[in-house]
């Protein structure tokens, strides 16, 4: 079963271009204690304080020991303060084209 994680971020006014670093941040992290792993961050072209995160993993469980890691608990409260909302989801692959 695939597996991704998607994260729907609503930034503070005026604090988008440091939030895009603090989420650099994590992701760098992430990629230290989870080889391999991928993510994008999206920007909102409508809204542009809303950033959308997605990335694959191997299994629900690599997705849950990600969550309580270190980098994503310090990633996240790094970010924290900089955030009006977060909206976490795990999802499975329903479909696929190409």
Known sequence: ????????????????????????????????????????????????NRFISTGPWESLEQTERWRASAAFVQGYEAMREMLEHFEPH????????G
């Open 1 to 48: 079963m695939s597996v991704y994680t998607l994260g729907i971020w609503l930034v503070k006014p005026g604090r988008e271009d440091d939030f895009v670093q603090a989420w650099r941040g994590l992701a760098s992290k992430t990629q230290e204690e989870f080889p391999g792993a991928k993510a994008v961050l999206m920007r909102d072209r409508d809204v542009p």
């Open 90 to 97: 795990t999802l499975e692959e329903a479909a696929t084209i």
